[in-house]
């Protein structure tokens, strides 16, 4: 609970420069985006970490590109956190994935508590905005805004490729912000997805036979 009221009190503090930005809202679309496997640096202790092994035994995660310094992103960071905190009993995982801006940057902004789900880096320099693999999922799937933050993208582990660089060829994503409403109604349908139960077939003349013999006096 503290850490969750230290990273609100952070993002409030950051209001008045969020409330610069207009909202950048966008429907979730599944896309053509042939989404990669990674192995980046964690905030947490600047250890690689790779991608595969931060989804496994995960039923849903999404994993949302951010700026730090993102007017946008300072608008959806509450909402991510609401919805992580909402599912991540259920399977649930958020894992954010910072962009253009130093490590030292991305820790302040979360504040001493650190940030509530998984956070590394791809990127720490705005020069490197056309080099990021960030930047070529947007390009792939119609996002062109100028930095494309937050960019978000659902994953299913359980449909994931086990080898191979390429997780998987379509996926879910966000071209901007989440409309909370939308996004919190497809999380719930994922994880509380069932297969319907299938009736063993009931052999008939098996069938015909029990009964003939129960009819014999």
Request: with cysteine.
């Amino acid at each position: 609970m503290i850490k969750i009221l230290t990273f609100a009190f952070c993002v409030i503090t950051l209001l008045p420069i969020a409330a610069q930005a207009q909202h950048e809202y966008s429907p979730l679309e599944e896309k053509t985006v042939n989404y990669k496997n990674w192995n980046l640096v964690s905030i947490k202790d600047d250890k690689p970490v790779d991608l595969r092994s931060l989804v496994a035994g995960k039923k849903l995660v999404m994993v949302v590109y951010f700026a730090p310094w993102c007017g946008n992103w300072r608008f959806e960071a509450p909402i991510a956190t609401k919805l992580y905190e909402k599912y991540k009993a259920q399977g649930f995982e958020v894992i954010g994935v910072s962009e253009y801006a130093s490590r030292t940057d991305v820790k302040a902004f979360f504040g001493a508590a650190g940030p509530p789900f998984p956070v590394v880096s791809e990127s720490e320099s705005r020069e490197d905005k056309q080099k990021t693999p960030h930047f070529g999922y947007r390009q792939l799937t119609g996002d062109r805004r100028n930095w494309g933050s937050p960019w978000n993208i659902f994953l299913e582990p359980a449909k994931l490729a086990q080898t191979g660089d390429v997780l998987t060829e379509k996926a879910w994503v966000v071209n901007g912000e989440l409309i909370e409403e939308d996004v919190d109604k497809f999380i719930s349908e994922r994880l509380t997805a069932t297969t319907a139960a299938i009736e063993p077939c009931k052999d008939s003349s098996q069938k015909s036979v029990v009964s003939s013999q129960k009819a014999r006096p």
